[in-house]
């Protein structure tokens, strides 16, 4: 990722994601990157406690 370390954030992937990365989420702004279900089900937990949640994909998918 270009720029990676202007970001400032914190980077975890989907199967890194626990209950302790979770808070870490609590009332800040989310993206998550992706749309396979991986990236749908941490939208929705990331949801629960963030301020908001954006997804970030290269191409929209059909969602079963």
Do not use: H, P, Y
């Amino acid at each position: 990722m270009q720029n990676r370390d202007a970001f400032g954030g914190k980077e975890i992937i989907a199967k890194q994601l626990t209950t302790a990365n979770l808070s870490a989420a609590k009332d800040k702004r989310v993206i998550v990157i992706g749309s396979a279900k991986s990236a749908l089900d941490v939208a929705g937990a990331a949801g629960e406690v963030a301020e908001s949640v954006t997804m970030v994909c290269r191409q929209v998918g059909r969602i079963d």
